[in-house]
């Protein structure tokens, strides 16, 4: 299983907050076993947002952002839009907004219920805390708010829907230069073609393997570590 994850947000495309959502989310899926293709920042726009939409070819396309109730946010009529359906206020949905008024013993104000009023025929993500629900759409397209602890906890309630293949990592760490262990790297990549390999430098270089198969990625390691160790 494939997935692109999409933030939206003109604040992270300006530099006022920082995505903490793809980083994420992108761990989070790969544990389960869903490999993301790609990631996209994309601005507060309604054609931006329907275009990328229209266009992700994945098993799963999960949005974060623009879910409130401000002018600004308008992911809930871009993804209506690139479905060809209407916005409808959702009973499901509506429920959520007067469980997180509720949570601070107050009454929705009348302007919060334009947070429920989501595509028609999308399912309900449920937001344990916060006010914004969030929802699926034809079974493979996961809309959630973009605050971070909001995202977290909703994406908990649907984490079964993103279950695949367990791919599983491991790491080497070297002090030699990158371009020291060039010729070992290329021989592990010809010797072990079931195993992924990559090559991240710092003060340290990082080798980081994954495969499918636990086996030929611990042989992998093993041939590695004893070259570049």
Known sequence: MDAIIICVGDEILSGDVTDLNSTWLAKRLAELGTIVKRIEVIPDDVAA?????????????LITGGLGPTHDDVTRQAIAVAFGRKLARNDE???????????RHASPRPQSYVMAEIPEGA??????????????IDGRVYVFPGVPAEMKSMFELVKDDFNGKKLFVDWLVTRRPESDIVSEL??????????????????VVKVKMKSYDPERLRAAKEWLAGRIL
């Open 93 to 103: 949905a509506v429920k959520v907004v007067e469980a997180a008024a509720a949570r």
């Open 123 to 136: 399912a309900v993500i449920s937001n344990p805390v916060g006010a914004a629900p969030g929802f699926i």
């Open 186 to 203: 290329n021989e592990a990549v010809r010797m072990f073609p079931e195993v992924s390999f990559g090559s991240y430098p710092s003060d």
């Open 49 to 61: 947002i329907s275009s990328t939409v229209k266009s992700s070819r994945a098993d799963k396309v």
